[in-house]
Every structure is written in structure tokens, then in C-alpha cells.
């Protein structure tokens, strides 16, 4: 208001003369502390406001109006679902050349494997068990992201997921709490620079937001966004972990998740933002609802706008993201005593403090810097792309070892994913322009001398259902089917196949078969490819199927029809480039699952580390009364940790240092592991532990250490592990984290299923 008496000659100058600059000697809490007392009861508000313009990519069906009005009156903190240098400098112009305080707007994307440059999607990451390329991966998507104007990115997605039905596996590390909590590290680390926000000002890194608090992997029945119910012994033990080490690493904000927590919605969950979050955990950054989380529950059931958003406040919840119930209802609920000005200033300074802490006061363009627009699909991120794909790669099967491909062989490239570039990006690659990934074929081709030795068909249409198909194709085209029959495809196949010496089929999901809104209650493959992989099988020839997923499959009948298989997920922009490198060995496969894979869907939730029951079924063989199913083994397909690779490797029974431990002390457990094939390669060697007795029922096997080997053909290492007591605590029946005396089993193998073990005592 008080900009329109100002002549407009002088609006730059005056502007210029009320800049909320950081004086000399200010502490953060000081100058924090001076503006919020310039800022009126509206503008404080409007900082827990985050909008999405209408334009954008959504998630939900609201998108906010008025934007620029908005912005103007100092009622927006921050935006997403803006993109380009461009764009984002016009808004943050508006914000801090037009808003009364001139107070710098956050810029928040999901940047989830990569930014234009798609990196492998989030599950076959953490297939590499690869910390430092993980956080390389966050450190390159920061680097290109603040190239192109964002400060803010909603990752690492560090959910728990058990339930392959659940399309959002595909954005997360997987089952395991020990491996998902390394991963969550790295990822924050990777973003902001460092562990804690002492790099976050560099203008080259990026503020982690780590969701989706909490729980929000374990939906009831694999269907997104679903109610959870869940005991606390197996949040704290199983589901929270992950997101504490994302705070403890210092993850600068935590956004809520859909589902609800004990009955109560998480975006209005008091217990679990503020007694587990900020009391417990020390959690000093914002927490922001994700899309709509805040309104939504009205449709849980919980009140109107007014009390919903009073209630998210009261919570601890700081920003709202797009529902806007807080800059429309707070100060109403203030008048009448509903939520107190405290609350308010609470969240409104762990907003600013953020902005403080990227640098915005200081310098509100720092990250929309024209000449660092070539950073973004530069070569060194490409190489890298090239890189983590070949490093999450999982080889499932090598008979004959027909892999790697030799030089001179012709190849039938087929399937419908074989010559694809809108899926290689993968799920949640909003930002990443599929013409620019490298399809399977291409990558072929780029090889020399391999062009003229492979002959493509399609095969097949990733499906033959267009209902299933236009539920895919709402971003754009996954899904194309094909104008010739499904007969035809085949045909042309067959031919190409019967010239060939190999057969490489590429097929799997199309990329929006999982993420957001993409669960399935059957985890098939599509039955088009069902049946082009049976007629390939039957040629006789050698078949290699190059496997595109977004979480675990049913591939039972696959794996066994196949010659080989090798899971690529979807890996990114260059795809296409690492698979054919894979397949020629230049880079010998060293992947390995971090999640099961089911037999059937009727095994879900699978996951290794169960507890035993009173009747345990004693392997797979069946027992009347005892825990098992009449018709599948209890077993997964292929279990936690499992990856071939083009060598073989051989274990050492493990031994221990001492057969016993105390409190302050520690011991090792150590095996020997040589290469015994004829490939220079990479082992991920895997520390399990059992806990014998203890006062709560413990799992049969947790993962508690592992290291990825490298070893030369016919080389041998000792791999050496360090057990202390604090890797034996858990969460006891009264949520206390502690160890229980007693004995441990110790195993070291090449995945879950490794059953020598050596005990020790914990005196
Ligand atoms: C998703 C979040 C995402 C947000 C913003 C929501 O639908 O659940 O993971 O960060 O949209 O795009």
C-alpha cells in the first residue's frame, strides 16, 4: 500500500533504501528478529504460503489464482512448479521489487533423480548400494537445479516401502531401514552441500525437503494415499529411522504425508510433528503439508478449512502447500483464540530462517546467475547419468553366461521399450525433456561396428489395452499403440528373431506404471509382453531380457523362460548408452535389490528381515499348522540384496575377533572374498545380525553393515566389519533404544538369504 504514494521515479531508489539487508554484525536471529517485527499478521502468513501456478504440472486438481497479486501483497513464502531461469527471475523480481517487505520467495521443484538430467530413478540408486555416487547424483541434480533457478528440492523420498503394489516404490530406497537410512544421509548431504546448512548459502546447493512424514509407504493394500495403521514398536524400529537420519544429517526442511498416523492426518498430527520430530529428533528446520495434505482432511473427516488449518498449526505444521487454508482461516482462528500469534511467529521464522540460510537475503538472484545456464545437460552430467545407471543395473540371471554379448554376434532387438525415449527418464522426472535420453536402440547403435548387427522390432505394445493405456498416458504419450495387430508385431518379431544369434528383448513397465497414483494389484508384465517373451522363448535361440521397472514384478515365468536377465529399471537420460555397455561388459553388472520380489502378489508385504512366529515352516517346505501358504513357498522370488554378476564370487565362513562384547568395546567380523570367475568385478558383501532372545519379538536378520569389493579375476580380499553394541539397539516395548545382553548370530554373505552364521555374546 504504501508503494502507490510513491512517485515512480523514485520506486527503485526507495525500494532500494527499505531492502531487508542483513547490517553488519547481525545475527541471523537478529535481523530474523527485525523484520518479523516489520511484518504484519497477512505477511506473516503469507510466508507459510506455497503456491503452484496454474500453468504448471500438477499433482492435484487445485492450482492458485491471483499469483501475482498475491506476490505483490507478501502473501506467497514460496512456489513450485516453475521452471527456467526466466520465469523464476520474474516472480522473484515481483517479490522483492514489488512486495511491501521485499522478502525473497523459495523455488521448489521435485527434483528427484536428477533435473534435466534424468539419473537412474530413486529405487535402482540405491540398487548400486553406492553412498558416495547416491550423493554424487544429489550433488549433480544441485548443481544443475541452482543453475536454472531453484533453491528448494522435495527429496530425498525416504519411505519405507514393503508393498510392491505401492507405485511410489519406485522413488524410494526399498524395505530396509539400515540401507534407507545411509541412503537418506547421502542424499541430504549431497544436496546441501555437507552435512547441516553450512554450505547452503554457496548458491550451488539445494534445501532437502526429506518426505513423506511419516509412514506413507505403508498404505493398506499397496493403494495410494491409503490409511495406515501401524504399531509404534514398528515405526520407530522399522518406518522411522530413515527420516531421522535425514534430520540428523540436517536436512533443512520435512514435508508431511498424505495418509493418517494413529487416526489423525500427518499434516495435522501433533504427536508426530512436534513431540517425534522437534522433541525427540531436535528437528530445527520448517515442515511443509504436501499438496493439499492441509484441506484434505476435510475428506478424512477431521473439520472444516478453519479447523483443519488450525489444527496443522497447532501441530507444528509451518507451510501449506497450495490449499492455502492457512493464509485464508489463520487469522480468523487467531481472533477467536484457536491458534496463538506464538504459533504463528514460530513458523514464520523457521520460513525466514531457511531463506536466511540459502543466502536469499543476501543476494535474492543467487541462484538465477545467466552464466551458469551451461551447467545444465552438460557432458559431465550426462557422463555421470551414464555412469549411475550402469551402477544400479541388477543382474537377476546369466545362463550359459551369455552375457556379456560377444562382438560379432547379430542381435534381435525387440519389444516395445527397445526403441522408446519417452519412459527412459523414468517416473518423477518432471523436469527432464525425454527427447533428450538415449533409447536402447540408439545406444546400440552408438557403438561402433555393433550398428550393422542388429536388426529391430517392436514385438509387442506395452499394452493392448487403451483404457489402461489413457490412465498412463495423462502427462503425455507412454503408452503408444501400435496401428498394425498385435499378430502382425509379432510376426515381424519372430522373423528378426529367426535371423539372429541372440535375443535381446526389452520390456517391463512403462515409466507411469509406478510413482504417484500408479499402484497395481497385479505386478505382472502386461500380458502383450507376456506373450511376445513365451514366443521368443520357444525360438530356442538365447534369450536376454533387458527388464524396465519401477518396483519388484512377478516375473516367475520370465526369469524361467529367459536365458538371462538383466533389470534396468528406468535409468534415466542415458539409457540407452549404459544398457549396451552393460551388455558388451564394458561394466560388469554389480547391483543388487533392495527390495523382494514377490512370487505373487498374495505374499505382499514381503520383506526379509520378519519376525518368527510360534510356528515357523522351516524352509519352504510345506507343514499343516505350521506358518505357511498351501499354494506358494514363504520365500520371495528373489530376495533382499540378491544381483549376479558376470564373475563369481566365493565367501569364507565369517570369523570373529572374540566371542564376546562389552558396552564400551568392540569386535570384528570378517570372511574372506575371492574372485572365482573370469570378469574383473564388484561384490556388495552383506552383514546380517540376529538377535537371539530379546524382551520384543526381533527379526530373524537385519542388515547392519556392507561393503561394496572391488576385485580383480582371481583376486581375494579379507572385508572386515566392526560390531559395537550401539549397532545392536532397537526399540524396546517402551520405545526406549537400547540393547538387550545376550547372544547375537552374525552372517556375511551375497545377499538376505546367507544362512552360515558365528555368535557372539553381549555381556
Ligand atoms: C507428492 C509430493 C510432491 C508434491 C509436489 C505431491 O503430490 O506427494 O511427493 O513433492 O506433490 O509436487
Same mark, same amino acid.
Given at each position: 500500500?504504501?508503494?502507490?504514494?510513491?512517485?515512480?521515479?523514485?520506486?527503485?531508489?526507495?525500494?532500494?533504501?527499505?531492502?531487508?539487508?542483513?547490517?553488519?554484525?547481525?545475527?541471523?536471529?537478529?535481523?530474523?528478529?527485525?523484520?518479523?517485527?516489520? @511484518?504484519? +499478521?497477512?505477511?506473516?502468513?503469507?510466508? /507459510?504460503?506455497?503456491?503452484?501456478?496454474?500453468?504448471?504440472?500438477?499433482?492435484?486438481?487445485?492450482?492458485?489464482?491471483?499469483?501475482?497479486?498475491?506476490?505483490? %501483497?507478501?502473501?506467497?513464502?514460496?512456489?513450485?512448479?516453475?521452471?527456467?531461469?526466466?520465469?523464476?527471475?520474474?516472480?522473484?523480481?515481483?517479490?522483492?521489487?514489488?512486495?511491501?517487505? %521485499?522478502?525473497?520467495?523459495?523455488?521448489?521443484? #521435485?527434483?528427484?533423480?536428477?533435473?534435466?538430467?534424468?539419473?537412474?530413478?530413486?529405487?535402482?540408486?540405491?540398487?548400486?548400494?553406492?553412498?558416495? @555416487?547416491?550423493?554424487?547424483?544429489?550433488?549433480?541434480?544441485?548443481?544443475?537445479?541452482?543453475?536454472?533457478?531453484?533453491?528448494?528440492?522435495?527429496? &530425498?523420498?525416504?519411505?519405507?516401502?514393503?508393498?510392491?503394489?505401492?507405485?511410489?516404490?519406485?522413488?524410494?530406497?526399498?524395505? #530396509?531401514?539400515? !540401507?534407507?537410512?545411509?541412503?537418506?544421509?547421502?542424499?541430504?548431504?549431497?544436496?546441501?552441500?555437507?552435512?547441516?546448512?553450512? =554450505?547452503?548459502?554457496?548458491?550451488?546447493?539445494? /534445501?532437502?525437503?526429506?518426505?513423506?512424514?511419516?509412514?506413507?509407504?505403508?498404505?493398506?493394500?499397496?493403494?495410494?494415499?491409503?490409511?495406515?495403521?501401524?504399531?509404534?514398536?514398528?515405526?520407530?524400529?522399522?518406518?522411522?529411522?530413515?527420516?531421522?537420519?535425514?534430520?540428523?544429517?540436517?536436512?533443512?526442511?520435512?514435508?508431511?504425508?498424505?495418509?493418517?498416523?494413529?487416526?489423525?492426518?500427518?499434516?495435522? =498430527?501433533?504427536?508426530? /510433528?512436534?513431540?517425534?520430530?522437534?522433541?525427540?529428533?531436535?528437528?530445527?528446520?520448517?515442515?511443509?503439508?504436501?499438496?493439499?495434505?492441509?484441506?484434505?482432511?476435510?475428506?478424512?473427516?477431521?473439520?472444516?478449512?478453519?479447523?483443519?488449518?488450525?489444527?496443522?498449526?497447532?501441530?507444528?505444521?509451518?507451510?501449506?502447500?497450495?490449499?492455502?487454508?492457512?493464509?485464508?482461516? !489463520?487469522?480468523?482462528?487467531?481472533?477467536?483464540?484457536?491458534?496463538?500469534?506464538?504459533?504463528?511467529?514460530?513458523?514464520?521464522?523457521?520460513?525466514?530462517?531457511?531463506?536466511?540460510?540459502?543466502?536469499?537475503?543476501? #543476494?535474492?538472484?543467487?541462484?538465477?546467475?545467466?552464466?551458469?545456464?551451461?551447467?545444465?545437460?552438460?557432458?559431465?552430467?550426462?557422463?555421470?547419468?551414464?555412469?549411475?545407471?550402469?551402477?544400479?543395473?541388477?543382474?537377476?540371471?546369466?545362463?550359459?553366461?551369455?552375457?556379456?554379448?560377444?562382438?560379432?554376434?547379430?542381435?534381435?532387438?525387440?519389444?516395445?521399450?527397445? =526403441?522408446?525415449?519417452? =519412459?527412459?527418464?523414468?517416473?518423477?522426472?518432471?523436469?527432464?525433456?525425454?527427447?533428450?535420453?538415449?533409447?536402447?536402440?540408439?545406444?546400440?547403435?552408438?557403438?561402433?561396428?555393433?550398428?550393422?548387427?542388429?536388426?529391430?522390432?517392436?514385438?509387442?505394445?506395452?499394452?493392448?489395452?487403451?483404457?489402461?493405456?489413457?490412465?498412463?498416458?495423462?502427462?503425455?504419450?507412454?503408452?503408444?499403440?501400435?496401428?498394425?495387430?498385435?499378430?502382425? !508385431?509379432?510376426?515381424?518379431?519372430?522373423?528378426?528373431?529367426?535371423?539372429?544369434?541372440?535375443?535381446?528383448?526389452?520390456?517391463?513397465?512403462?515409466?507411469?506404471?509406478?510413482?504417484?497414483?500408479?499402484?497395481?494389484?497385479?505386478?505382472?508384465?502386461?500380458?502383450?509382453?507376456?506373450?511376445?517373451?513365451?514366443?521368443?522363448?520357444?525360438?530356442?535361440? &538365447?534369450?536376454?531380457?533387458?527388464?524396465?521397472?519401477?518396483?519388484?514384478?512377478?516375473?516367475?515365468?520370465?526369469?524361467?523362460?529367459?536365458?538371462?536377465?538383466? #533389470?534396468?529399471?528406468?535409468?534415466?537420460?542415458?539409457?540407452?548408452?549404459?544398457?549396451?555397455?552393460?551388455?558388451?561388459?564394458?561394466?560388469?553388472?554389480?547391483?543388487?535389490?533392495?527390495?523382494?520380489?514377490?512370487?505373487?502378489?498374495?505374499?505382499?508385504?514381503?520383506?526379509?528381515?520378519?519376525?518368527?512366529?510360534?510356528?515357523?515352516?522351516?524352509?519352504?517346505?510345506?507343514?499343516?499348522?505350521?506358518?505357511?501358504?498351501?499354494?506358494?513357498?514363504?520365500?520371495?522370488?528373489?530376495?533382499?540384496?540378491?544381483?549376479?554378476?558376470?564373475?563369481?564370487?566365493?565367501?569364507?565362513?565369517?570369523?570373529?575377533?572374540?566371542?564376546? !562384547?562389552?558396552?564400551?568395546?568392540?569386535?570384528?567380523?570378517?570372511?574372506?572374498?575371492?574372485?572365482?570367475?573370469?570378469?574383473?568385478?564388484?561384490?556388495?558383501?552383506?552383514?546380517?545380525?540376529?538377535?537371539?532372545?530379546?524382551?520384543?519379538?526381533?527379526?530373524?536378520?537385519? +542388515?547392519?553393515?556392507?561393503?561394496?569389493?572391488?576385485?580383480?579375476?582371481?583376486?581375494?580380499?579379507?572385508?572386515?566389519?566392526?560390531?559395537?553394541?550401539?549397532?545392536? %539397539?532397537?526399540?524396546?516395548?517402551?520405545?526406549?533404544?537400547?540393547?538387550?545382553?545376550?547372544?547375537?548370530?552374525?552372517?556375511?554373505?551375497?545377499?538376505?538369504?546367507?544362512?552360515?552364521?558365528?555368535?557372539?555374546?553381549?555381556?
Amino acid at each position: 500500500m504504501r508503494l502507490i504514494l510513491i512517485p515512480k521515479f523514485l520506486f527503485f531508489i526507495v525500494l532500494v533504501a527499505t531492502t531487508p539487508c542483513i547490517a553488519q554484525k547481525q545475527t541471523k536471529a537478529q535481523f530474523i528478529g527485525s523484520l518479523m517485527a516489520k @511484518m504484519t +499478521l497477512q505477511e506473516k502468513l503469507g510466508q /507459510l504460503n506455497l503456491i503452484i501456478p496454474g500453468d504448471a504440472s500438477v499433482t492435484g486438481t487445485v492450482v492458485s489464482t491471483d499469483v501475482e497479486g498475491k506476490i505483490k %501483497r507478501g502473501l506467497v513464502g514460496g512456489m513450485f512448479g516453475i521452471a527456467g531461469l526466466e520465469k523464476i527471475k520474474k516472480v522473484q523480481e515481483l517479490a522483492v521489487r514489488e512486495s511491501r517487505l %521485499r522478502i525473497p520467495m523459495l523455488f521448489g521443484s #521435485d527434483i528427484i533423480h536428477g533435473y534435466k538430467t534424468a539419473f537412474p530413478i530413486p529405487l535402482a540408486l540405491s540398487a548400486s548400494w553406492d553412498l558416495a @555416487m547416491i550423493e554424487k547424483s544429489a550433488q549433480m541434480a544441485a548443481l544443475e537445479a541452482t543453475a536454472d533457478g531453484l533453491n528448494w528440492t522435495f527429496s &530425498p523420498m525416504v519411505d519405507i516401502a514393503r508393498d510392491p503394489r505401492w507405485g511410489r516404490v519406485a522413488e524410494g530406497a526399498g524395505e #530396509d531401514p539400515f !540401507l534407507g537410512s545411509a541412503i537418506a544421509k547421502a542424499m541430504v548431504v549431497g544436496y546441501q552441500g555437507g552435512a547441516g546448512n553450512a =554450505n547452503l548459502s554457496t548458491g550451488k546447493s539445494l /534445501l532437502s525437503c526429506v518426505k513423506h512424514f511419516a509412514l506413507y509407504g505403508a498404505p493398506e493394500g499397496g493403494r495410494d494415499y491409503n490409511t495406515v495403521d501401524m504399531s509404534r514398536h514398528k515405526m520407530y524400529n522399522d518406518y522411522f529411522p530413515p527420516y531421522k537420519a535425514a534430520v540428523d544429517a540436517g536436512a533443512g526442511s520435512v514435508m508431511t504425508s498424505f495418509n493418517d498416523v494413529d487416526g489423525v492426518p500427518a499434516s495435522g =498430527n501433533k504427536w508426530l /510433528l512436534t513431540s517425534v520430530l522437534r522433541n525427540q529428533w531436535g528437528f530445527k528446520g520448517f515442515v511443509v503439508s504436501d499438496y493439499t495434505s492441509v484441506t484434505e482432511m476435510i475428506n478424512h473427516g477431521i473439520g472444516d478449512t478453519a479447523a483443519v488449518s488450525a489444527l496443522s498449526l497447532n501441530a507444528g505444521l509451518d507451510m501449506d502447500m497450495v490449499s492455502e487454508g492457512f493464509l485464508n482461516t !489463520l487469522q480468523k482462528s487467531l481472533q477467536s483464540g484457536k491458534v496463538s500469534m506464538a504459533a504463528i511467529d514460530a513458523a514464520c521464522k523457521r520460513i525466514l530462517e531457511a531463506k536466511y540460510d540459502l543466502g536469499l537475503f543476501e #543476494d535474492p538472484f543467487k541462484y538465477l546467475k545467466q552464466e551458469r545456464s551451461s551447467e545444465v545437460l552438460s557432458a559431465d552430467k550426462r557422463a555421470f547419468a551414464k555412469e549411475a545407471a550402469m551402477r544400479s543395473f541388477v543382474l537377476l540371471k546369466n545362463d550359459n553366461q551369455v552375457l556379456p554379448l560377444k562382438q560379432g554376434q547379430k542381435i534381435a532387438l525387440i519389444g516395445p521399450l527397445a =526403441n522408446d525415449r519417452s =519412459n527412459m527418464p523414468g517416473t518423477w522426472s518432471i523436469n527432464a525433456d525425454a527427447k533428450q535420453a538415449v533409447a536402447v536402440l540408439e545406444g546400440f547403435h552408438n557403438r561402433p561396428g555393433i550398428g550393422s548387427k542388429v536388426m529391430y522390432a517392436k514385438g509387442a505394445n506395452l499394452s493392448d489395452d487403451p483404457v489402461f493405456a489413457a490412465k498412463i498416458n495423462v502427462f503425455g504419450e507412454k503408452i503408444s499403440i501400435d496401428t498394425r495387430t498385435p499378430q502382425a !508385431l509379432l510376426a515381424e518379431a519372430l522373423a528378426v528373431a529367426a535371423a539372429s544369434d541372440v535375443i535381446v528383448a526389452v520390456v517391463g513397465e512403462a515409466s507411469e506404471m509406478s510413482g504417484e497414483a500408479a499402484s497395481r494389484s497385479s505386478l505382472d508384465i502386461p500380458e502383450s509382453q507376456q506373450k511376445l517373451i513365451e514366443a521368443l522363448s520357444k525360438t530356442g535361440k &538365447p534369450l536376454v531380457l533387458v527388464l524396465m521397472n519401477g518396483r519388484p514384478l512377478t516375473i516367475a515365468k520370465e526369469l524361467n523362460a529367459a536365458t538371462a536377465v538383466l #533389470d534396468v529399471w528406468h535409468a534415466g537420460t542415458e539409457a540407452g548408452n549404459a544398457v549396451a555397455s552393460v551388455l558388451y561388459g564394458d561394466y560388469n553388472p554389480a547391483g543388487k535389490l533392495t527390495m523382494s520380489f514377490p512370487r505373487n502378489v498374495g505374499q505382499i508385504p514381503i520383506y526379509y528381515s520378519v519376525r518368527n512366529t510360534g510356528r515357523p515352516n522351516g524352509g519352504d517346505v510345506f507343514g499343516k499348522y505350521k506358518s505357511n501358504y498351501l499354494d506358494v513357498e514363504n520365500s520371495p522370488l528373489l530376495p533382499f540384496g540378491y544381483g549376479l554378476s558376470y564373475t563369481s564370487f566365493s565367501y569364507t565362513k565369517p570369523v570373529l575377533s572374540a566371542n564376546s !562384547l562389552t558396552a564400551n568395546a568392540s569386535l570384528t567380523a570378517s570372511i574372506t572374498l575371492t574372485n572365482t570367475g573370469n570378469y574383473d568385478g564388484e561384490e556388495v558383501v552383506q552383514l546380517y545380525i540376529k538377535d537371539d532372545v530379546a524382551s520384543i519379538t526381533r527379526p530373524l536378520k537385519e +542388515l547392519k553393515g556392507f561393503q561394496k569389493v572391488f576385485l580383480k579375476k582371481g583376486e581375494s580380499k579379507t572385508v572386515i566389519f566392526t560390531i559395537d553394541e550401539k549397532l545392536l %539397539r532397537f526399540y524396546n516395548a517402551d520405545l526406549k533404544h537400547t540393547s538387550e545382553k545376550g547372544s547375537f548370530q552374525v552372517y556375511i554373505g551375497t545377499n538376505a538369504l546367507v544362512e552360515n552364521s558365528v555368535s557372539f555374546q553381549l555381556k
